[in-house]
């Protein structure tokens, strides 16, 4: 029972983890594109997302190969929560129209 509880605790860590890093990696994005010097923001974002999941993950796993393997299949199910989440409903209708998608998304940033 107390490696149930375990294991739930380390999928928990890997949702909260993957939101993390996926979620700052859309707020990144929004803000680089825009941004007088995205490089910072880019690469700033990375080493900080990078640093925090890999010091996270080694932190839980405590050299267990399972925990680790528990935690990304979080981190794994975080990433399709994110990508639905922020999602814009107009891309999904322009996902087959790869011309009009470029059109839209280029008219978007320019309009900003």
């Keep these: ?43 700033g974002s990375l080493i900080i997302r990078l640093g925090v999941t890999v010091a996270v993950i080694y932190f839980v796993s405590n050299s267990h190969w399972e925990r680790m393997l528990v935690c990304l299949a979080g981190f794994i199910i975080a990433r399709t929560i994110v990508l639905k989440v922020t999602q814009l409903p107009e891309v999904n209708k322009l996902v087959n129209k790869p011309k009009e998608a470029y059109l839209h998304l280029f008219e978007r940033v320019n309009s900003k």
């Design 1 to 43: 029972m107390d490696n149930l509880i375990i294991i739930l605790l380390i999928l928990l860590v890997g949702l909260i983890l993957g939101i993390f890093f996926f979620g700052g990696l859309w707020w990144t994005t929004k803000k680089g594109v825009v941004s007088k010097s995205p490089v910072i923001w880019f690469f």
